[in-house]
């Protein structure tokens, strides 16, 4: 009962976020010119975006699967991406802290891999795609210095940048610190789980094709914005899109709001602004970008409704998937070391 309290409230406060975000940005906006940019943007070119997100679903989940691989655990590939696109269409339904990724996990589960397998596999998985956000920052960070004169957005760019390098190489290196401290329960599970991604990063011999993936599904996304922006008559350049399209990313994927709409509307008016694209052309990228993940998780609902642990599924159920993190992460064996 308090714990359906807890999630109710975390789902009201996430929900009060993005709706005030997105009130805020629409203030300021010429909502009619908002209206006329969405439903006149080229029918065309909103086919190849959103083609080129469901492409970029094959590309994560050939990720996905050269990670279960390297923890030992076989994936077939087909059964991996219809538990993905599950895992999309919940991403979309589930509100509460029960995401599609504890429903990954799940799923994996019900195909007999162990909790321990299962999560680091997901957590791993996550991990590496924003290793490969903040690649893009780091590189993109002097042509950002080079394109853009507010110094107050360089300063904010750049110290996300900087923040995300910090903390990348903290996690993949607590085990180089004492003992003493990273004995501690609080740090133990982040320790084995840093040795653990940087073993499949470093010492795999799939390290290139998950480098690659990685940078890759970022550039899909980064195109798909693109082609968005000169649906709607955007003036926004190849190489801004690379530039700018990586920091929305990065704080869509903070878990404050409501799968992330909101937090990413105003990231993508602040940041597409610094290439000049006006907020009302920005707000339209976002919100189509938003309708196209809608899609791509109806389509995972639509396997959802055919696959054969429906029946077993409940959210209840799923719960598990939440704690099973710092419990099998404490679990991590020594040989990854």
């Known amino acids: 009962m308090q714990s359906r309290v807890k999630q109710a409230a975390l789902f009201s406060v996430k929900l009060l976020l993005s709706i005030a975000v997105l009130v805020y940005i629409a203030r300021g906006l010429d909502l009619r010119q908002l209206r006329d940019h969405l439903v006149s943007v080229d029918p065309f070119l909103f086919g190849v975006a959103l083609a080129l997100i469901f492409l970029q679903t094959f590309v994560l989940n050939g990720r996905w699967e050269l990670i279960m691989r390297a923890l030992g655990v076989s994936l077939d590939w087909l059964a991996g991406w219809r538990i993905l696109m599950i895992s999309l269409w919940f991403n979309q339904v589930l509100p509460s802290s029960v995401g599609g990724d504890a429903v990954r996990m799940w799923l994996l589960r019900q195909r007999g891999v162990q909790w321990s397998e299962a999560v680091k596999g997901v957590a791993a998985d996550r ?36 923040a995300g390098v910090a903390g990348t190489v903290v996690l993949l290196t607590l085990d180089r610190l004492p003992k003493r401290f990273i004995a501690l329960p609080a740090i133990a599970s982040f320790v084995r789980f840093g040795t653990l991604v940087r073993f499949l990063l470093l010492q795999s011999e799939r390290r290139a094709p998950l480098f690659g993936s990685a940078l890759l599904i970022h550039l899909v996304t980064a195109t798909a914005c693109y082609t968005l922006a000169r649906g709607v008559g955007a003036q926004l350049s190849v190489l801004d ?22 937090v990413r509307e105003g990231a993508m008016v602040a940041c597409l602004g610094l290439a000049g694209v006006p907020s009302e052309q920005a ?24 696959s054969p642990e429906r029946g077993s599924y ?21 040989s990854h070391s």
């Open 127 to 162: 991990f590496t795609a924003l290793i490969g956000l903040i690649v893009l920052m780091v590189i993109g960070l002097p042509l950002l210095l080079s394109r853009v004169s507010n110094p107050a957005a360089i300063l904010a760019i750049g110290g996300l940048t900087l």
């Open 314 to 334: 409940s959210a209840d159920k799923a719960k598990a998937a939440e704690a099973a993190p710092s419990y099998a992460l404490a679990k991590e064996v020594s």
């Open 241 to 262: 899109a690379g530039i700018l399209i990586p920091p929305v990313v990065l704080l869509t994927a903070v878990p404050i709001s409501i799968s992330g709409w909101g």
């Open 283 to 306: 707000l339209s990228v976002s919100l189509l970008l938003g309708a196209i993940s809608v899609i791509i998780g109806v389509v995972g609902g639509v396997i959802w409704l055919a």
